[in-house]
Every structure is written in structure tokens, then in C-alpha cells.
């Protein structure tokens, strides 16, 4: 994250946008023109401005010097006396998808395994599948994770890798369906125990490529959530079971992650149910201003607090105070904790601005 006055005077910034943008503590109180950024992005004068003058978030997809690829966002930042006090700007690790995608543009003509930098981050992993759900390529950091051989995982049908650990009747019936049709799934949790690693809570998602020729071909990602911020509240849930108020912790894409039995009882959502929806669509929140004027003061300060509208499973209309605080991991934000009080039925007359 890092902010700026409506001078494009840089105000702050974390350790992550330290690092893609090249930054050091000095550069607090420097215009953010005269630096020379990583990031390749020719208009981002013209971008920020735009942002600032029409009170309008914009996006988009940009690659630094390195070959990293980001989601830029840049949302107008607006003080609690409703005036614009310059903006913050977000970048999110896409390099991923971007990876799967272009490789397989390059790649006819080629071997599958060659085609694709299967390489990805320790705890995230990629498994390329054929539309028989047979396993064609995978990264070499799954099996040093998982403590498998080249011989147990390739050529092999998906669903038999190490005795059918990796999988479940939801994933295998998403995986006939993106097979079938190219429709994409994301947010399949279920735990499994593993033979000298224990149980592993993991998140699958499979996405169709078109490979050209006719030829399709499924991208599979597995991530090992077992330690990741939403698991550690999930492991904490009989403390936070015991609060009172309505707590949901949401993913960096306001996707949910967690929520007490306060919450289910208030919102009438089982987590089951609601896990991985986007929470303001799920609750069809009416902000106070706007969802990126919101979220621009919360990634900003790191702290937000106010009411908010809610509509519940069952249709009714409530009004709550809520507190929204970052969660950092190696200092950079990770997830969103929301603590929610009800304070009333909301009235019709109520002046919030949908998302």
C-alpha cells in the first residue's frame, strides 16, 4: 500500500510497496514523480489524477522490471470531513494466473511441462491437467511440500494422487464441469491428513485454458491455508465464539473467510454457505459514502469505523456500528477483521450508497 496527498506528495507506505516500487524511508515527504519506479506504467501520472479530480477507482494489470505481474488499484482517499486528500494505491501478486495464461498461449507446439514456468510461491501450487483429469505437469515445489515423487503425481488421474488425498466430491464434480464447459471454481476448502505432515487445511481452485487447436486444459491451484490469518482465527474460534458482537475476518478481495456463531445466527449464513462470497454482495452493504471510499480510508489508516446497512439471509434490513482493522504477515496486509454491533432495524430512508 502507499499513499499519497493530493500533491503526489508520497505520506506513507509498507514494507511491500517498499520493495516493488523501490522505495526507502527517506522518500516520506518526496513528490512520488521523482522516483523510478519498478513498475512499468507510462500514464500513472495521468491515472492518479483521475482517481483524485473524479473521486473514481480505477485498475489495472501491470509488470515490473523483474517479469512480476500486479493488480494495480488506486482509490481516492477522503477525509472524515468529506474532502479528497489524495489516494492510495494497491498492488496484488497476479503473477500466478499471469503465468498460467501466457504460458499456454506460447505453448503450441510445445510440451505442456515446457510451456509453462510451473514455478509459484512455497505455500501455492499449480497442477496442469488434461480434460481427462489425468495430471500433466506440476511444479517442483509441490512435491518437495508434500514429500511425493515425479512418478507418484504425473500421468496419473487426479483423483488417485497419493490415495485420493488431494480431492474431494465437490472439487472432482467442479473439475468435470470446467472439463466440460470451461466454467472456472475457486474457494474449495476441506482438511486432510497427510502421512508425517499432519492435517492440512487446503483451498482448490481449477481454471480452463484454451491452448489452441482446439485443445483445453485445466489449471489446477492448491494452497496450503493451514497457517494462513483466516485458519489461525479459525483455530481461535471458540475465543472468538465468545464474543458477543459479530466477527467476520475477509480476505485482501473482501472475500469471506471466517465468521462466529454471532454472525451466522445475525446474518442467518452458515459459514459452509457463505465461505468465499464477497461480504458486501453477500450482505448487500449500504456504506456510508461508497465501497471505495471506504476501503480507500481503511487500507489507508488501517483502521476504519462506522455504520453500515446489512440485509440478512432472510431479507430483513439491520443497521450496525462496525470496526474494520488490517491484519499484517510480514508486513503486509493479509485480511480484514470486522467486528459488528447491531444497533436497529434500518429505515427505508436511510441515506447509504449501494456498492
Known sequence: MLMLDNELVIRRFTSQAREIFGLIPGDVGRPFLNINPSIEIPDLQQMIVQV??????????VRDRTGMWYQLRILPYRTLDNKVDGCVMTLVDISKSKQVEQGFRRGQGESQSRAI???????????????????????????????????????????????????????????????????????????????NLGKKRLRLGVRAIEAGGGMRVLAVSIADITDHPEEIFRK????????????????????????????????????????????????????????????????GEGFWEGKLGHTTKRGKKILVASRQAMLEEGGRPVAILEVNRVLGVSKEKHKAQRA
Open 236 to 299: 481461535q474460534a471458540t475465543i472468538l465464539n465468545l464474543i458477543h458482537d459479530a466477527v467476520l475476518v475477509r480476505d485482501m478481495a473482501d472475500r469471506l473467510r471466517f465468521m462466529n456463531h454471532v454472525a451466522e445466527e445475525l446474518y442467518g449464513w452458515k459459514i459452509e454457505e457463505a465461505i468465499g462470497a464477497v461480504t458486501h454482495d453477500l450482505l448487500k452493504t449500504q456504506f456510508p459514502q461508497s465501497v471505495d471510499r471506504t476501503t480507500a480510508a481503511l487500507r
Open 117 to 195: 514456468d510451473l514455478t509459484s510461491q512455497p505455500r501455492e501450487f499449480i497442477l496442469v491437467l488434461d480434460t481427462q483429469l489425468q495430471v500433466s505437469a506440476v511444479g517442483p515445489a509441490f512435491y518437495n511440500a508434500f514429500q511425493l515423487s515425479r512418478e507418484d503425481v504425473e500421468n496419473r488421474p487426479f483423483k488417485e494422487v497419493d490415495g485420493g488425498r488431494w480431492t474431494c466430491p465437490k472439487f472432482e464434480q467442479a473439475l468435470e464441469e470446467a472439463a466440460k464447459t470451461g466454467k472456472p471454481t475457486e474457494d474449495i476448502e476441506f482438511e486432510q491428513e497427510f502421512p
Open 52 to 61: 483524485i479530480s473524479n473521486f473514481t477507482a480505477v485498475e489495472r494489470d
